[in-house]
């Protein structure tokens, strides 16, 4: 089992920057592919970003490119998203997510095995 905690969000305004964190326990994800993912109040989750085992591949959407960066520190057990020129549309709950199975950089978040709990990232106008 992996145990995933979000952690950085938080009230911004726009064109400002966060950083979030996610923290993982219960199993090294070192081996793993992590994504991001956020889901806008009253929408559907979407995929945000998407980083391989070893680091050297990123995958974003387009909604994000050029603005996020994903990254992670093996050694830590953890997987950061600096976020900036942030939107008051980047509104939502970002979740980090684990996929222990495909080993694929993928946007389906039907692909992904664990999942935080979630953190609220707010971009007022």
């Known amino acids: 089992q992996v145990q995933l905690v979000e952690s950085g969000g938080g009230l911004v305004q726009a064109g400002g920057s966060l950083r979030l964190s996610c923290a993982a326990s219960?199993?090294?994800?070192?081996?793993?592919?992590v994504g991001w993912f956020r889901q806008p109040p009253g929408k559907e989750r979407e995929f945000v970003a998407a980083i391989s085992w070893t680091g050297g591949s990123t995958y974003y959407a387009d909604s994000v490119k050029g603005r996020f960066t994903i990254s992670r520190d093996n050694a830590k057990n953890t997987v950061s998203l600096e976020m900036s020129s942030l939107k008051p549309e980047d509104t939502a709950v970002y979740y980090c997510?684990?996929?222990?199975?495909?080993?694929?950089?993928?946007?389906?978040?039907?692909?992904?095995?664990?999942w935080g709990q979630g953190t609220q990232v707010t971009v007022s106008s």
């Open positions: 219960g199993r090294s994800v070192s081996i793993y592919v």
């Open positions: 997510a684990v996929d222990a199975t495909w080993g694929r950089l993928s946007p389906a978040k039907n692909d992904y095995d664990y």
